[in-house]
């Protein structure tokens, strides 16, 4: 599928690598609508990205309020056709601590947000690209997902989130399967570390031995990086059904 004129839901779109990725599709052509929390945040993201970009506020665990940014893209720009989902939460925690056990609405939080969000999203969007008319080939619509390498290789503390990421990797082929007959690929990208909001935030004790599990290039990722690859498996009509590493060749250490 090519970007150009296609029109992509993206959620966590105001931030880092959901940011990163609709500034790509947009210099490539494509419509964006970003989903996100915060209508300010997603206000300014959408500024930034010109009138190519529209924005709806929502949580990616609320059915109404995806059908609805749904419906808003397809109005505004004719069709929905790729569905990028990059929402998602950290937190750590382990699962017996220095106050007791893990605290269990603290592990459901990070699997609704993080996998059953994920699904609600991509499910809702597989029903409206059902719709689309489909290239030569039958090619309806094009879905990423986004795991982490923590799907594989969980450091402590990670329980919650590498069950949340690892499922969304394991659900890949499944989904895959099920829309094959509609011309829907379905893909997963499981980032190392990225320079992200979401990894700005911690302390440089944090980052430097993170940054030392990484084999090459030395450094985090940059979200223009993780951009290219989700415009590739786009563009890329025989990729599907599969979880791509995209890590500088990290294998998380215990911690
Ligand atoms: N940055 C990394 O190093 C890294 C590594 C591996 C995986 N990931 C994954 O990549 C994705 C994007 O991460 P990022 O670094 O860009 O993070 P980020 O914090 O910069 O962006 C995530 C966005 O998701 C939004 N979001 C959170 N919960 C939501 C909800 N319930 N409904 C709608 N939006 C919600 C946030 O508001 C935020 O804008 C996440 O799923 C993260 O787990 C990131």
Do not use: W
Request: net charge negative.
């Amino acid at each position: 599928m090519q970007l150009v004129n296609k029109t992509a839901l993206i959620t966590g779109g105001a931030s880092g690598l959901g940011f990163a990725t609709a500034r790509n599709f947009i210099d490539a052509g494509a419509n964006v609508m970003l989903f996100d929390l915060d209508p300010t945040r997603l206000q300014d993201a959408a500024q930034k990205l010109g009138g190519k970009a529209a924005y709806a506020s929502g949580d990616v665990c609320n059915e109404q309020q995806v059908a609805d940014a749904i419906a808003q893209a397809k109005q505004q720009f004719g069709s929905l056709d790729i569905n990028v989902n990059c929402a998602g939460i950290a937190t750590a925690a382990k699962t017996v601590g220095r106050n007791g056990p893990m605290a269990l609405d603290g592990f459901e939080k990070v699997v609704k947000v993080n996998l059953i969000g994920t699904f609600n999203v991509l499910r809702l969007c597989a029903e409206a690209m059902q719709g689309n008319d489909g290239s030569d080939d039958g090619e309806r619509g094009v879905i990423i997902n986004v795991a982490s390498v923590a799907a594989f290789d969980g450091q402590m503390g990670q329980a919650a989130y590498s069950a949340s990421k690892g499922g969304i990797a394991a659900m890949t082929l499944p989904i895959a399967r099920d829309l094959a007959k509609t011309g829907i690929r379905v893909m997963t990208i499981a980032p190392g570390i990225f320079e992200t909001p979401m990894m700005a935030g911690m302390p440089e004790e944090v980052r430097k031995p993170l940054i030392e599990m990484v084999q090459f290039p030395h450094r985090l990722g940059n979200p223009d990086e993780f951009a290219q690859l989700a415009a590739y498996i786009v563009q890329c009509g025989y990729l599907n059904g599969e979880t791509i590493r995209l890590d500088g060749g990290i294998r998380m250490q215990p911690r």
